[in-house]
T-cell receptor, first 115, second 117 residues
């Protein structure tokens, strides 16, 4: 069965600090997809990234970067030079190849960036 | 206008009442989902539908039912609401890229906050 664990329930940082959100997953499939979603205080869910299990190349998008390591079953998310607007709940999620977009979500990490 | 619209956005009801949450989408996607969000538990899948004639239970379907009235509409019902169904409910859609079984990316509605007293 697939499972996603986000061990950090809450993280609080000061603006401009770098912060890494951890995500560890479990799956028996060799083909799977990993995601990050952001949920700001307004409540909507915003898609950030999707990676497939065959692509371990790290990705950078502006201040956001993702480190995918199959050896440790981790897909960590780093925000560089955090800003107050980054304050949100962040969810990591996993979808196995045959699950047809049925995502399994982690518990979420509440990130608070203080000015 | 939002691509995935949920109504109502907020609802307070009493134990034992029947409640329907509605979802409509303009994305033209075949696949639709209902998730429930509880603090500390993330989002959990209640039901999903891959097309109008296909309905499947998710991990927490007890106490819920769904109806796929059309490609664009997917409703979630609580036949007899109970307090532990108080949660934030999300509808989502997806469509697989050509040649793949799985796309993954879900497009979410804005959520329906339900409180059962």
């Amino acid at each position: 069965a697939q499972k996603v664990t986000q061990a950090q329930t809450e993280i609080s940082v000061v603006e401009k600090e770098d912060v890494t959100l951890d995500c560890v997953y479990e799956t028996r499939d060799t083909t799977y997809y990993l995601f990050w979603y952001k949920q700001p205080p307004s409540g909507e869910l915003v898609f950030l990234i999707r990676r497939n299990s065959f692509d371990e190349q790290n990705e950078i998008s502006g201040r956001y970067s993702w480190n995918f390591q199959k050896s440790t079953s981790s897909f960590n998310f780093t925000i560089t030079a955090s800003q107050v607007v980054d304050s949100a709940v962040y969810f990591c999620a996993l979808s196995e190849e045959t699950s047809g977009s049925r995502l399994t979500f982690g518990e979420g990490t509440q990130l608070t960036v203080n000015p | 206008d939002a691509d995935v619209t949920q109504t109502p956005r907020n609802r307070i009801t009493k134990t034992g009442k029947r409640i329907m949450l509605e979802c409509s989408q303009t994305k033209g996607h075949d696949r639709m989902y209902w998730y429930r969000q509880d603090p500390g538990l993330g989002l959990r899948l209640i039901y999903y539908s891959f097309d109008v004639k296909d309905i499947n239970k998710g991990e927490i379907s007890d106490g819920y039912s769904v109806s796929r009235q059309a490609q664009a509409k997917f409703s979630l019902s609580l036949e007899s609401a109970i307090p532990n169904q108080t949660a934030l409910y999300f509808c989502a859609t997806s469509d697989p890229p050509a040649g793949r079984l799985n796309t993954g990316e879900l497009f979410f509605g804005e959520g329906s906050r339900l409180t059962v007293l």
